[in-house]
């Protein structure tokens, strides 16, 4: 069979069972799997063997059972680096990457003069690391910089090893618990330049409403923010004063309509100087704070 045959046989199929986007995902299942950029596809029309065609059809199949592509193909694209996943770590999204951003921005003003370069303990924290896509994009760009990534999964955080492997990226030290927890076991005393987080901020109530894509399928740990999406920020913001240095970052992302309760939070615990970011969607999405 000829690769379009086999790609309107695919977007038929996933059609069939609501999966949107049906063309778009077709030619990337195709393209993975025959390992062919979907130019080359679409003009040299290849023909395909038994063994290629038996694994596009499995991968169909998984997708059609609502399974995340980024699950089937193995990675995502993040930041211009590729980022490992598989069920039992939340994919990375493209509104992360605005952190990312925000973050590497204020690094390159402030690093010269507020950070230590030479010292062996971690200027930057990542909370709720997850896959380490944050860490890893900041680590790539500031490989003279220390990184402590912390996850309470035992499989995020291999995830997360594994990608810092595979992107080259040596700065950072991945450790499971919770928030901050393991930095007062094993490095009291330690203060941070910037901590940045992507925390869990899903309400309660909404978990039903996603897509079956993330509901069936990603850990709704690292989702889940509580009743109001608030309980990590209630437990981030606080602690952070203890652990940041004087001058130093406070960054996180936030949900829809969350800015005036985590502005609130802010305030309540010493944070005068905050500045809210919009995601490429025009949504609030990044917050900016500073130990002054």
């Not at 997708?63 to 990675?75: F, M």
């Not at 990375?92 to 003069?113: G, M, W």
């Not at 920020?233 to 969350?258: C, T, V």
Request: with cysteine; proline share 4%; glycine share 6%.
């Amino acid at each position: 069979m000829n690769f379009l045959s086999t790609f309107r046989n695919a977007v038929n199929y996933l059609k069939k069972f609501g999966v949107q986007n049906a063309e778009k995902e077709a030619a990337m299942i195709i393209s993975h799997f025959s390992k062919k950029d979907i130019a080359e596809l679409f003009r040299d029309n290849p023909t395909f063997n038994y063994d290629l065609i038996s694994k596009i059809e499995n991968a169909l199949k998984r997708r059609s059972k609502r399974e995340p592509l980024q699950y089937i193909i193995g990675y995502v694209d993040f930041y211009n680096l590729k980022i490992k996943v598989g069920r039992g770590v939340l994919i990375p999204r493209p509104e992360t990457e605005n952190l990312v951003y925000e973050a590497v921005q204020i690094l390159k003003i402030t690093s010269k003069s507020n950070i230590n370069t030479k010292s062996s303990d971690c200027e930057i924290v990542d909370l709720c690391t997850g896959s380490g896509c944050i860490a890893i994009a900041i680590g790539k760009e500031f490989p003279h910089l220390q990184i402590c990534a912390i996850d309470n999964s035992k499989k995020a955080i291999n995830y997360a090893k594994k990608n810092a492997r595979i992107n080259n990226v040596h700065n950072i030290t991945f450790i499971k618990g919770n928030l901050f927890a393991p930095i007062k076991k094993y490095k009291k005393n330690v203060k941070f330049f910037m901590i940045i987080s992507n925390p869990p901020y899903i309400k309660n109530s909404d978990i039903e409403k996603l897509m079956p894509e993330i509901k069936l399928w990603e850990p709704l740990t690292a989702l889940n923010g509580g009743e109001d999406g608030l309980k990590y920020y209630r437990l981030i913001i606080p602690q952070s004063r203890e652990f940041l240095k004087k001058g130093g970052y406070l960054i996180m992302e936030i949900g829809e309509s969350q800015t005036k309760s985590i502005i609130n939070l802010l305030k309540d615990h010493g944070y005068k100087d905050y500045e809210v970011k919009k995601d490429f969607y025009g949504k609030e999405r990044i917050i900016i704070s500073r130990y002054t």
